[in-house]
């Protein structure tokens, strides 16, 4: 009877001990997952901030950039002399200056009586009355001398004077030769005035020339408003370079607290890349309330192509950060256990093993190359990704096909780089089909090893 009893005894020992195990367990468990909750929570919100600061990070890059470097801004306004819209808002703007000061009666008193009738001529052949018929005059002459190419240039140096200008009244410097000596920032389109009167004169109007010499501006910004923007502007110039930065490394510290940071970064990347898009919407949305809200007075045309030309660079920073936004969340995608992601790495590798067979019966034997490519084919990776992230961040204003550009030669490194790991690894198998496989299965075996402890961290 005792044998049993002590049996039981063992029996319920046992089990305590392994329910005490178990309630020890569960205790460890709790704090672990209170501890993957906050470091959640945290790498979500760094996310969060990160991508609200995309927009206002590209924005202030790119007021930093086209309002404080001059050539950057004239560079951007240039095209805009060649533009059709524009070069009629500036022909009929001369056309009216100039009709403020003609006094036609007056002019035609002052030509001699036998070249009148040659004038009043001149003028009929364009028909309605003779005010009407010199201001057409007027206007083809100014349009003429708008789509000259002594047009750009006169345009490049009126633009070039404003924003040296603004740039002074903006910070503060007051130095050089170029100051603010009115209540305003304005475009003085005297000299293509000054072309229009010999365009006129050259005509058949002589009289043109006895027009006094006209002053036409156009208010750009009012001393007021460069005085309250000083602060604003000095604090934007500082931003332009940072904030980029801070929304970079904002979403980066997410991913790198995340618990499962593949899927971390494949968000982070989609979010970055709606931040972008969103900016972009915004953008074509303001353009319209703009258009809206000019008074009746002014092209709407002009306007437009105006506000497209200003943005152009922050719509193509925009398209910048979608493709890359996108990029890296497919890369980072590709990289996972999912099985359309195994799928294409399975395929990527057979398609470089077929290639690596078909230079191995081809007699291709790279030697030493092979070797020292599969023994540090990890760190060659990891130095070309590196490497295309430089040639981004260095590249002077880079454009969505610049990303695409960049991508496409990283992916043909890799490429190159498998190719070359595995050609070795057949060469050691000693033959070209067999050891190939076999290099090829080492390869796969190495690479999928590799991810595992990055799959457990992230469980």
């Known amino acids: 009877m005792g044998a049993p009893g002590g049996g039981t005894d063992d029996e319920l020992t046992t089990l305590r001990a392994r329910v005490a195990a178990l309630e020890a367990s569960s205790a460890g468990t709790a704090p672990r997952r209170e501890h993957h909750r906050l470091r959640s929570f945290f790498s979500g919100l760094l996310v969060v901030i990160g991508c609200v600061l995309v927009p206002l990070g590209l924005?202030?890059?790119?007021?930093?950039?086209?309002?404080?470097?001059?050539?950057?801004?004239v560079q951007t306004v240039t095209p805009l002399a060649s533009d059709p819209d524009v070069?009629?808002?500036?022909?009929?703007?001369?056309?009216?200056?100039?009709?403020?000061h003609v006094d036609l009666p007056a002019l035609l008193e002052g030509v001699a009586p036998d070249q009148r009738p040659l004038v009043e001529k001149a003028l009929g052949k364009l028909g309605g009355s003779l005010e009407s018929a010199l201001s057409s005059f007027v206007h083809d002459r100014a349009q003429d001398v708008v789509a000259s190419p002594a047009f750009e240039t006169i345009w490049t140096d009126a633009n070039r004077a404003i924003h040296t200008s603004l740039d002074r009244a903006l910070t503060g410097d007051e130095d050089g030769a170029v100051k603010i000596e009115t209540d305003s920032v304005t475009i003085d389109l005297?000299?293509?005035?000054?072309?229009?009167?010999?365009r006129l004169v050259d005509g058949g109007l002589t009289v043109a020339s006895n027009i006094p010499e006209i002053h036409t501006d156009f208010t750009v910004l009012r001393s007021d408003d460069i005085g309250k923007a000083k602060t604003g502007f000095a604090l934007l110039q500082s931003l332009g370079l940072w904030l980029p930065v801070i929304a970079v490394l904002c979403v980066a510290g997410g991913v790198l607290l995340a618990v499962r940071r593949r899927r971390?970064?494949?968000?982070a990347a989609l979010g970055f890349?709606?931040?972008a898009l969103v900016l972009g919407i915004a953008l074509t949305v303001f353009r319209t309330v703009y258009l809206n809200a000019l008074p009746a007075s002014v092209s709407p045309a002009a306007a437009g192509t105006v506000y497209d030309t200003l943005i152009r660079f922050l719509r193509t920073s925009v398209r910048v950060c979608a493709v890359l936004g996108v990029l890296v969340a497919l890369a980072a995608w590709l990289s996972g256990p999912s099985r359309p992601a195994v799928l294409v790495r399975g395929l990527w590798r057979s398609g470089i093993a077929a290639t690596r067979s078909t230079a191995d019966r081809a007699g291709m034997r790279l030697g030493p190359v092979g070797g020292f490519v599969h023994r540090f084919r990890l760190w060659i990776v990891w130095i070309l990704v590196a490497g295309a992230a430089l040639a981004f961040v260095l590249w002077p204003h880079p454009t969505g096909w610049v990303v695409i550009g960049l991508a496409l030669a990283l992916l043909l490194a890799l490429a190159v780089t498998d190719?070359?790991?595995?050609?070795?690894?057949?060469?050691?198998?000693?033959?070209?089909?067999?050891?190939?496989?076999?290099?090829?299965?080492?390869?796969e075996a190495e690479e999928e090893r590799g991810p595992a402890p990055g799959r457990a961290g992230d469980a």
Do not use: H, S
């Not at 808002?89 to 001369?94: F, L, P, T």
């Not at 005297?190 to 010999?198: D, F, L, M, N, Q």
């Not at 790991?421 to 057949?426: E, I, N």
């Open 59 to 73: 924005v202030a890059a790119w007021t930093a950039d086209l309002l404080g470097d001059t050539d950057r801004y």
């Open 87 to 100: 070069q009629a808002a500036v022909a009929n703007r001369v056309t009216g200056a100039v009709m403020e």
């Open 190 to 198: 005297a000299p293509v005035i000054e072309r229009v009167k010999e």
């Open 264 to 267: 971390a970064l494949v968000a």
């Open 273 to 275: 890349a709606v931040a």
């Open 419 to 443: 190719f070359l790991a595995a050609t070795d690894v057949a060469a050691e198998g000693g033959n070209g089909d067999g050891g190939g496989d076999g290099g090829g299965g080492g390869v």
